[in-house]
């Protein structure tokens, strides 16, 4: 009888997510088994707890996936993971925490292709201006955005010192051009921030509002405008759920439209991104480490 394909779930937090066991179970894996409680200290451990009892066949059934709130702990984990690996014992993993991998990675690619179609634009050398930076989705985004080559605003509502505290988190690990600001309510301090904007990520909380409808006709460079939040209201003012690219009533200075990305269409482009690599990892036959880029790697697939 051929082994099952197993798949160990850890986190360093109380709970595993169900959104990702049903991706998990979907994505065709036999069993899907959940470890609350395994942080940063456990993981090696943990890694060659799971790579040495079923055989050389059976490394190839059997993979690991971390999750968590914090990003750039699973980061981490994955890397600790990787090094504790003992060839031919050897497994795939992933991580995806809070599935801030394949959600910053799905809004980056759709940006990209909406920047290249509607305005023949890359990011490099953009300007984005990242709301709610200081969460997992917002980290992830900024250090995708920088690593290919956009001048990051990172802003957060709580003001810049906080906004500070997650660049220098970023610096180390995703070299490029980052600013911290805040993101407060008047709107004389939010101006100046706009009108240099090429691109604004909303990836604050989910249910809160980060920019309102009139603002954008106060962004003159804006091309586009992507929000990550699905539940209502909408984190930007006028973008609805499902807009793939759609031209929002706001115009720029050249009188070019501003394109709306909503929730549901970064969701498609994650929800197939996240299936893809899980699937993935079943069926290479070899070990695959999966980290953000590799998530961008493979949201691009997916945009379009
Ligand atoms: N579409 C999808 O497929 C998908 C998948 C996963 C997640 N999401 C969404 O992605 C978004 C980000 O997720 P996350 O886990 O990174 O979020 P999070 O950690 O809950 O929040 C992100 C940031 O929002 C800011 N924030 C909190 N309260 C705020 C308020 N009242 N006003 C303005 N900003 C506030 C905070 O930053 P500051 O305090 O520093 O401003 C926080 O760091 C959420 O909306 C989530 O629902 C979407």
């Known amino acids: 009888m051929d082994k099952p394909y197993i798949l160990h779930f850890a986190t360093p937090g109380p709970r595993v997510s169900p959104f990702d066991v049903n991706m998990a179970y979907d994505a065709g894996w036999d069993a899907v088994v959940p470890y609350a409680g395994v942080g940063p ?10 790579i040495f009892s079923r055989g050389p066949n059976g490394v190839r059934r059997t993979g690991m996936f971390l999750g968590g709130r914090d990003a750039w702990m699973a980061a981490d984990m994955l890397l600790a993971a990787r090094a504790a690996m003992v060839p031919p014992f050897e497994v795939s993993v992933f991580a995806d925490p809070s599935g801030a991998f394949t959600t910053a990675a799905a809004m980056l690619a759709k940006v990209e292709h909406a920047l290249a179609h509607g305005f023949d634009l890359g990011l490099r050398g953009a300007c984005v201006l990242v709301l709610g930076g200081t969460g997992p989705v917002g980290l992830v985004a900024a250090a995708l955005a920088a690593q290919a080559g956009a001048r990051v605003r990172v802003a957060s509502h709580a003001g810049a010192q906080r906004a500070q505290k997650a660049v220098d988190t ?3 690990r995703a070299a490029g051009d980052y600013d911290a600001v805040g993101w407060g309510d008047d709107t004389a301090s939010r101006l100046p921030l706009l009108r240099d904007a090429d691109v604004v990520l909303a990836v604050a909380r989910a249910g809160v509002q980060v920019l309102a409808a009139a603002e954008l006709a106060q962004a003159p460079r804006l091309r586009v405008a992507a929000d990550v939040n699905a539940v209502p209201p909408a984190g930007i003012e006028g973008v609805g759920a499902m807009d793939d690219a ?20 970064i969701g498609n482009v994650k929800y197939r991104t996240q ?7 079943r069926e290479s036959g070899g070990a695959q480490y999966l980290g953000y880029a590799e998530c961008l790697t493979e949201a691009r697939r997916h945009v379009g």
Do not use: C, N, S, Y
């Open 170 to 172: 970023l610096r180390p």
């Open 275 to 281: 299936q893809a690599l899980l699937r993935h990892m």
């Open 41 to 50: 200290e456990d993981i090696a451990a943990f890694t060659q707890d799971a």
């Open 246 to 265: 759609r031209e929002l009533p706001a115009k720029a200075a050249d009188g070019r439209a501003v394109l709306g990305i909503g929730a549901l269409a």
